[in-house]
């Protein structure tokens, strides 16, 4: 009788992960638009640990995690650069993305996908703004 339990609780673990709606409807990471003016400007993301995570030069589009921990958002730095220009930081975080995970969770993925999944992968979160422009002073030296 054992046996016949086998494959279904390997393919109740298997599907596991998959159950938090913000999960499977908006995956763990986030695209963002970053511009500046003068084009051109290197754009550096860190994380609010200070290490460095992405680097370009504007515009760009890096993907970045919405996570930052259990239950926690990403919070990450940015920092905008050009030669004859002032440097500019920007503070990005992320907020509750309430549909998917509320409601998603509430006709799918239940206590799992509230408690384990989307929080674990920080799914649940949103990065904001999705477009990050700016413009850069003339440096005064």
Known sequence: M???FLPLLG????VLPLIGCASIMKGSNQ???FQSQPDGAKVSVFDD???LVADGKTPVTIPLK???GYFQPAKYKVVFEAPGYQKKEVW???SLEAGWYL?????VGGMVGWLIVDPLTGAMWKLEPSTLSTNLDKSLA
């Open 31 to 33: 695209k963002l638009r």
């Open 49 to 51: 640990s200070g290490m």
């Open 66 to 68: 919405k996570g930052g």
């Open 103 to 107: 409601a998603g969770n509430f006709l």
């Open 92 to 94: 990005l975080s992320g």
């Open 11 to 14: 393919l109740l673990l298997g």
């Open 2 to 4: 054992q046996k016949r």
